[in-house]
């Protein structure tokens, strides 16, 4: 006789630990189960979560309390209908097409190299704190316009906006500190908001001030909060999935040769990352009414936690899901950022991630000129670091033995892949 696993406490220090195990387990025995811990319902199999992102049931509605205090205002997640068309085409061109190519790219190449330069010469570095963490919040900070004598400000913020993002226990000083952080940054946006709309120059601060649809355009605490969403949304994947590329990579050497020789790999190490990975492991939403799930009915008005982690490693969906392989036949690199990707690290349907692109880009940049930069890399401690986080998930530390290629490499490879 089979013994039925009791149910994982997310909240546990031994599910931070390893995730994954308590992921099989809801799974195979709890597809549908409401925890008691952060009073939410927990979905877990790919099938259900690919549902709760794309069928217009399951609503945005649970941001209005989840992301709103901390951004300072409504978002594109928790819009819906026309006025989330408007918003996302206001400012969706900036992270897609000519305007990415032509005018962030080069942004995205350069605090690439200024970072790698840092420790070019270096016989060991951690990749975390060096580079992964700092990078996508000093580009989004040059993309904006803004003083990059500010790059470490907001580097602060970011931390406290995501905290506050993450703190499934609710505790009251991370809360705290999250609301302080969103009254900072607005009363640091809205001068310079102010100066941009009078004399608009060729930032994206600018282009969020004057950027016109259908006679909408977006007001002051509109721009401050898409600012606060775009430092925790673009930050947090970026940062999170860089390391953790390098962390898988350099796991499986196989694979790491096989990327360093043949850069086209990049974007397919990148999705599969994503999926064996996720930096987010769960993004919530709330059903308009009751809906039918694998095991059960969920009720209307009720908070639904998909589990990201789960859903891409479920064994109805991929084969091997246990085993990170660039060459996975599953995962088609090619449409793996756009709402037909083939997981569910940046959802889908009309909420898929707006800055997607983006992070493609920067993480595409970034791992070429760190290949580029470091012929040989290996752990410094011989073993992976081990990863940590809940709502978010990565390794805080990544400290590798580095071999450097003997010179700075002025963008050589940036535009690979």
């Known amino acids: 006789m089979t013994t039925i696993p009791q149910p994982p406490d997310i909240l546990s220090p031994e599910f931070e630990a390893d995730p994954y195990s308590a992921y099989r387990v809801l799974r195979e025995h709890y597809p549908l189960f409401h925890d008691p811990g952060t009073g939410s319902y927990l979905i877990s199999r790919y099938e259900d979560v690919q549902r709760a992102f794309r069928e217009p049931v399951f609503t945005s509605d649970n941001y209005e309390w989840q992301m709103e205090p901390v951004h300072g205002g409504r978002t594109l997640p928790q819009m819906s209908g026309r006025e989330h068309a408007v918003r996302r085409a206001l400012v969706a061109p900036a992270f897609r097409g000519r305007e990415l190519r032509e005018k962030f790219l080069p942004v995205i190449e350069r605090n690439a190299r200024e970072l790698i330069d840092g420790f070019r010469e270096a016989d060991e570095a951690d990749l975390v704190s060096r580079f992964a963490t700092r990078f996508p919040i000093n580009v989004i900070v040059d993309m904006l316009g803004l003083d990059r004598a500010d790059h470490d400000r907001f580097h602060t913020w970011y931390g406290a906006v995501v905290a506050f993002l993450a703190n499934l226990a609710q505790d009251p ?53 898409f600012v606060s969403l775009l430092l925790a949304a673009g930050g947090e994947t970026t940062d999170k999935a860089i390391a953790g590329i390098f962390r898988n990579l350099l796991a499986h050497p196989d694979q790491l040769a096989a990327v360093r020789a043949d850069r086209s790999l990049v974007p397919a190490a990148f999705a599969e990352s994503l999926r064996y990975s996720p930096p987010v492991q769960m993004i919530m939403r709330q059903p308009a009414e009751d809906v039918a799930l694998s095991g059960g009915t969920v009720p209307a008005g009720s908070t639904v936690t998909c589990l990201i982690g789960a859903a891409n490693r479920d064994e109805r969906r991929y084969a091997h899901p246990e085993t990170f392989d660039v060459f996975r036949t599953e995962i088609a690199a090619a449409s793996a950022f756009s709402a037909a990707a083939d997981h569910v690290a940046f959802g889908l349907g009309r909420h898929f991630c707006v800055g997607a692109l983006l992070a493609k880009a920067e993480v595409e940049v970034g791992v070429n000129q760190l290949l580029d930069a470091f012929p040989a890399m290996a752990f410094a401690d011989g073993a992976a670091p081990a990863e940590a986080g809940v709502f978010t998930r990565g390794p805080g530390r990544l400290s590798v033995r580095l071999t450097p290629s003997g010179g700075r490499e002025d963008g050589q490879g940036a535009g690979r892949g």
């Open 173 to 225: 000083a991370v809360t705290a500190t999250g609301l302080r952080t969103s009254e900072e940054l607005a009363a640091y946006l809205l001068p310079l908001i102010q100066e941009r709309r009078a004399a608009p120059g060729d930032d994206l601060l600018s282009t969020l001030c004057t950027a016109e649809i259908d006679g909408t355009r977006m007001n002051d605490q509109d721009i401050t909060a």
